[in-house]
């Protein structure tokens, strides 16, 4: 039975919070901590008890160690067992295998990247959070907005220990993912988005291991999709298989997503002997991954949203730890002087982090998608793996774009064609 009640300001360090964070995830969780870092009260609110695990790939791409780094976070998720990466391996419809060096790539990005499962990193991000003076309270399950009559968020209510409870705060940060009926009652949905279809599991005694993370478009041969392994410890790894929209959309799809990833391991050639002697670790568990940006709004009067909740996952490789993380910041750093100056323009700057947020990614996004409907084909595939694996520049070039750091749109210049027309 759940018990009305409320939460008194005094719950919260004395006092009520200025920002209420939802979801203690990357995005979540370096929002939580930014803040708390330039002085303000942040209640960050968490529906499981940590250590909990999530349903992900693990990666930490070479633009996820930079954000680390620009958060001087990098040590601590080093020293917690991180299994470096240094490149990554596409193999192709056609069986063609690139290497892509994570040395030299655009944007000055660090020559590596991580694995690390998140049941390890959001801990050490929420950690991170309450050492700044964020306030954690963990089985605390929202489950509705607080609203004036107007439309205007003015906190949340939260199910916590049986108790129905409110909470009120000038700002809601919603760093959900993709909880869509969440995000709908909020206002933030209005049609449920297309979504990548995911799922993933843990393997021991998986051999040949490399500091790679590998990408397997073998499947489109049968799926609108890719599969993946990504090693997390010496013979550990993590495997798993996403279904692209629009065929995640279908039902049977989604269904069947568990089927299709036993019959990748099963079949996959290359992958036979690794994984000859393979005994899962725990279950699987799918999810969906919300790509859609920047289609739905990320701001209304008193809330925003970061990270996956805004559709902020890369269409084309499925990563988003990256993007929660500098979104996360981003959104600190925009609402902290509006949150320290006149509260009655706050608004306002929840609207300067939409146009940031648009600004910064808007184009990039509309590029991927772009790629995902044009390039994501076997013959098109198999075509940029083995031009690329003939010419350094068009190799280079599919990385950045892949890592999200140079402009998709850079497939469609002609130098590109001449490289995939070049023998």
Known sequence: MIVR??????????????????????????????LALQGHEVLLLEKAHFPRPKTCGDGLTPRAVAALQRLGLEEMVR????????????????????????????????????????L???????????????????????IAPRQDSRGRILGVEIVQDGRRRTVLAPLTILATGAAFPLLKLFGFLDR???????????????IDLSPQLEFYFTVLNRIRGYAWLFPTAAGKANIGLGVFPPAAANSRASLNVRAMLAQFMATEPSLQHRLADAVPAGKLAGYPLRTDFPAMRSWRPGCIVVGEAAGLVNPVTGEGIDLAMESGALAAR??????????RLLDVGLFVYNWRLRRQYGLLFRGLHLLLRRAMMPRSLSRLIRQGNRHAVLAKRIAGINLGTTSPYTAFYPSTWYYLRKR
């Open 192 to 206: 449920l988005p297309p979504v990548v279809r995911a799922v993933r599991g843990y393997w021991n005694q998986v």
């Open 120 to 142: 390890v990193l959001d801990d050490l991000l929420r950690r991170a959070a309450q050492s700044a003076g964020a306030v954690l309270w963990q089985n605390s399950k929202v």
């Open 5 to 34: 009640g409320r939460i008194t300001m005094a719950s919260v360090n004395g006092q009520r919070p200025e920002v209420i964070v939802v979801g203690a995830g990357p995005a979540g969780s370096i929002a939580a901590r930014e």
């Open 334 to 343: 925009t609402v902290h002087p509006f949150l320290s100056s006149d509260r």
């Open 79 to 118: 020293a917690a067992g991180a299994y470096r990466v240094n490149w990554a391996l596409l193999m192709g419809p056609s069986g063609q295998t690139m290497k892509m060096p994570f040395h030299g790539l655009p944007g000055k990005l660090p020559s590596y990247g991580y694995v690390l499962p998140r």
